[in-house]
């Protein structure tokens, strides 16, 4: 009877720290355990009517669909082509203190210098913004499922905040070397040199010595996050823009909670 008793306690305290080492290891959400979804059901069904009672799997799932989805498309709008530059919400104008050199060289005729140095401007803001995937995804593999509930309950812009405060420094780093030589290439170093210059030759006028690289990056970032909460926005408002079944599950049970 002792040995029993023995065997029970010894296989009740190694399944106990078996359990425990489980649930501590399980910090981050694997993002690339495709068969593993499929196996456990956490593809979902796609209805949306938020019956679902969702697994943490399926929660981690869902919200990597969207945050997926939000990150690519926001990052190759703002990539292409007049990306910034067509975009009046985000496209890239002169610095505030540099408003008035814009507005001095206007008044001499010299017009056509300001319009070069924007589209150069923006064009070295879209050139940059190819850096942004592998960062984002870089990010995707570290986020928890507390993470993923506090986004997924969050405010419209949940995802958008989390990300903008957990990416912004390495975006920085990534941005900052190809804004300068993207600046180089697209010439907008010399024209915005060319501004400059005509300008503080103006008698009496206050010298401008903007940062220019340092100017575009911060600009190139915050216009990359407006279009990724614009993206987020759409996500939790339509349906329609829940592009797969766990999608549509998750976002619909998100509703729900809210009454939606």
Request: proline share 3%; with cysteine.
């Amino acid at each position: 009877m002792k040995k029993y008793i023995f065997a029970i306690l010894v296989f009740a305290t190694l399944f106990t720290q078996s359990y425990a080492q489980t649930s501590t290891t399980k910090k981050n959400i694997n993002i690339g355990s495709v068969a593993n979804d499929i196996l456990t059901g956490a593809t979902g069904t796609g209805t949306g009517t938020g019956g679902l009672n969702p697994t943490n799997l399926q929660m981690e799932n869902g919200m990597r669909d969207a945050l997926t989805q939000c990150l690519t498309n926001s990052a190759n709008q703002v990539s292409l082509k007049d990306g910034f530059f067509r975009n009046l919400a985000i496209k890239i104008l002169f610095p505030q203190e540099a408003r008035q050199v814009e507005a001095g060289l206007r008044n001499l005729g010299l017009g056509s210098i300001c319009d070069q140095a924007i589209v150069k401007l923006n064009r070295a803001a879209e050139d940059a913004s190819t850096k942004a995937k592998p960062i984002f995804i870089d990010a995707l593999k570290k986020i928890t499922i507390t993470d993923v509930t506090n986004i997924l309950l969050g405010s419209n812009n949940a995802a958008t905040t989390f990300f903008k405060n957990s990416t912004t420094t390495p975006l920085t780093s990534a941005f900052s070397p190809v804004v300068s030589s993207s600046l180089s290439k697209v010439g907008a170093t010399q024209a915005w040199s060319a501004v400059t210059t005509r300008y503080n030759r103006i008698p009496l006028v206050r010298p401008v010595n903007t940062d220019l690289g340092k100017y575009v990056t911060g600009k190139a970032i915050d216009g990359l996050f407006f279009v990724i909460a614009k993206e987020e926005e759409k996500i939790r408002a339509n349906i329609n823009n829940r592009t797969t079944p766990i999608m549509r599950d998750i976002f619909g049970w998100v509703d729900k909670q809210r009454g939606r």
